[in-house]
């Protein structure tokens, strides 16, 4: 069995269309979940969706092969640098399914 790698991106709802473009350019990220809204504070400003901090989060969980994976990493780190206020969070690990 190949081996299959968890990704989760937590990102500003703002973000979105620009994902799904990118991913479906390239081909990749196409089999996911998707959680929206999420609410959460990292290394940017809080997205708690209240009147203090309006914006909210999406996130992304997609299981893919390592080879999908390393492209989906491009994606992440070149919006990274293009929307450098936006506090893009990028998470990999190993998935099983059972």
Known sequence: ??????????????LEEDFTEEF????IGQKFTKIN???G???NKPHLGDNVWPQ???MY????????AEKIKKVVT???QLFITEGIGCFISSGSEF
């Open 1 to 14: 069995m190949e081996k299959k790698v968890r990704i989760e991106i937590m990102c500003s709802q703002a």
């Open 61 to 68: 969980i997609i299981y893919c092969s390592e080879e999908e």
């Open 41 to 43: 504070s990292g290394f």
């Open 24 to 27: 479906t350019k390239l081909g």
């Open 78 to 80: 070149k919006f990274r």
């Open 37 to 39: 809204p999420v609410m």
């Open 56 to 58: 909210l989060n999406l």
